[in-house]
């Protein structure tokens, strides 16, 4: 054989290694990514808890408008109480995916936004189109919910209980919410935390 020849098998055996290692790698990542599910909204709350009933509260929306947050719905619908402030970043970045998921579950779920303060709420609502959503400006209501940090979320199912809640940084975490509800979990954190504490208990047996 002469170089050439030579040198042409070692580089097909290396390209064929490679594919090799490659594809087991893409196995791995596969197996990691079933395995490791997506983190739910962090559940931080000192005041309410998953469960409990939610504070009824009528209140004076932004358009003058009395709404009803909490309390036994009459047309069986629940409420994503949603806490935002003009001046937080991470709330105005979620607003497309907010009113996205607010559009995707109309069919059981109603959007009402919360804040407090003295900023300019009424330019807010404007400049993201958020008209169309009850708007209501109360410091009661985010102390009644336990609300510290934002953006943060509270679902509250027809009967008037507290389905799920947590800090919101993302689509996914606020679809965990409504995950956590479906599956009458008070968190996709302890439901994690439940399969791993089985699987251990499995593993002992």
Not at 5 to 22: D, E, F, G, H, P
Not at 103 to 122: C, T
């Amino acid at each position: 054989m002469d170089f050439i020849t030579i040198s042409n098998a070692v580089l097909w055996i290396v390209v064929i290694l490679q594919s090799i290692v490659i594809y087991a790698l893409t196995r791995q990542v596969g197996v990691l990514f079933e395995r490791v599910a997506p983190a739910g909204a962090l559940a931080i709350n000192q005041t309410i808890e998953v469960g409990a009933i939610a504070p009824n509260l009528a209140l004076q929306s932004l358009d003058s408008k009395l709404v009803d947050v909490g309390g036994k719905s009459a047309n069986n619908r629940s409420q994503l109480l949603f806490f935002v402030s003009p001046d937080c970043p991470v709330c105005k970045t979620l607003l497309p995916a907010l009113k996205s998921a607010a559009k995707s579950e109309k069919s059981w779920i109603d959007l009402i936004l919360a804040s407090d303060g003295k900023q300019e709420h009424a330019a807010f609502v404007k400049q993201y189109e958020l008209e169309q959503h009850p708007y209501i400006v109360s410091e009661l209501l985010g102390k009644s919910y336990g609300v510290s940090k934002l953006p943060y979320a509270v679902v509250i199912d027809e009967t008037g209980k507290v389905a799920s809640m947590g800090i919101i940084n993302s689509r996914e975490h606020l679809d965990s919410l409504f995950e956590a509800k479906e599956r009458k979990i008070p968190s996709i954190q302890a439901y994690m935390q439940d399969q791993a504490s089985e699987e251990k208990f499995v593993e002992i047996k």
